[in-house]
């Protein structure tokens, strides 16, 4: 069955310092996206970045970046330069076929709040 | 400007009532999802539709109804068999192309049970 595990219910980081958001997941699909969400206290949740289960290189975008290890099975978030507007939820989520219909399943989130 | 339209934002609901959310979107996207979030915790699937006429239950789909009736439109009725439907619920789409293909939320819709 596949799963997306976050065990880190909470982070604080400083800001204009670094953090890592852990996400490991668990699928038998040889072919899978990897994604993170972000969710402000408003509700909304906002894509972030993307990485392909077949791609070579980490994705990035920005100040995102996600370090995917496939033997390891882990897709950790790493946010650069910590802003005060970085504080949210964060939600890691993976695509994959189940039964040949693609669904996507959620972690169960961590909350990051940056401390000025 | 394209997107997802979700309605109402707040609702509340008598115990023994059927209520029925609404999400719009006009993004030419195949599939759409509906998904609730409770307090504190992740996003739990209760029903998707790929094409037109035809959806899959979720994780938690007991209590829950969809139709998809239209590709712009997936209405969820949460029953009066949902136990516990006091919740935040979110709809989201995506462009039906494998597992590349971002998920568009919607604003979201929190449902109160008095």
């Known amino acids: 069955a596949q799963k997306i595990t976050q065990t880190q219910p909470g982070m604080f980081v400083q800001e204009k310092e670094a953090v890592t958001l852990d996400c490991t997941y668990d699928t038998s699909d040889p072919s899978y996206g990897l994604f993170w969400y972000k969710q402000p206290s408003s509700g909304e949740m906002i894509f972030l970045i993307y990485?392909?289960?077949?791609?070579?290189q980490n994705a990035t975008e920005g100040r995102y970046s996600l370090n995917f290890q496939k033997a390891r099975k882990s897709a950790n978030l790493v946010i650069s330069a910590s802003q005060l507007g970085d504080s949210a939820m964060y939600f890691c989520?993976?695509?994959?076929?189940?039964?040949?219909?693609?669904?996507?399943?959620f972690g169960t989130g961590t909350r990051l709040k940056v401390l000025a | 400007d394209g997107g997802i339209t979700q309605s109402p934002k707040y609702l509340f609901r008598k115990e023994g009532q059927n209520v029925t959310l609404s999400c719009e979107q006009n993004l030419n996207h195949d599939a759409m999802y509906w998904y609730r979030q409770d307090p504190g915790q992740g996003l739990r699937l209760i029903y998707y539709s790929q094409i037109v006429n035809d959806f899959q239950k979720g994780d938690i789909a007991e209590g829950y109804s969809v139709s998809r009736e239209k590709k712009e439109s997936f209405p969820l009725t949460v029953t009066s068999a949902q136990k516990n439907p006091t919740a935040f619920y979110l709809c989201a789409s995506s462009i039906l192309a494998g597992d590349t293909g971002e998920l568009f939320f919607g604003e979201g819709s929190r449902l109160t049970v008095l």
């Open positions: 990485q392909g289960s077949y791609d070579q």
């Open positions: 989520a993976m695509s994959s076929t189940t039964s040949g219909t693609y669904k996507y399943i």
